[in-house]
C-alpha cells in the first residue's frame, strides 16, 4: 500500500467536519469509486451511514508513485450529483 500523506489544511478541515482519518484511509485504499477531478486530481468516494442517512465521503488528493496526498476531504449528502454510474 502506498503511503498516504494529508496536507495541514485538509487535516485541519477533516476535524473541523467530523471526519475520521480512518475514513480516509479506507478511501483512499479500498474506494467505493475513484472519478476525474481538476487538474490531474483524483476523488476517492466511499459510502457511509450518518444518522440513519447515506452520506458519500470525496476525498480529493494526487498520486505518485509511492504515495497519495490528500487535498482536502468533506461529506455530501447529495450522493447522484457525484456518483458516477458504470457505462
Not at 475513484?34 to 466511499?46: L, M, P, S
Not at 494526487?62 to 487535498?71: G, L
Request: net charge positive; proline share 3%; no cysteine.
Amino acid at each position: 500500500m502506498k503511503e498516504i500523506e494529508i496536507i495541514p489544511i485538509a487535516m485541519r478541515k477533516m476535524r473541523r467536519r467530523g471526519i475520521p482519518d480512518v475514513w480516509v484511509t479506507e478511501a483512499l485504499n479500498r474506494p467505493d469509486q475513484i472519478v476525474e477531478g481538476y487538474e490531474g486530481r483524483q476523488v476517492a468516494h466511499r459510502r457511509h451511514r450518518v444518522s440513519d442517512k447515506e452520506v458519500l465521503l470525496r476525498v480529493v488528493f494526487e498520486e505518485s508513485t509511492t504515495k497519495y496526498t490528500v487535498i482536502t476531504a468533506y461529506l455530501t449528502s447529495d450522493v447522484k450529483r457525484y456518483w458516477k454510474e458504470e457505462r
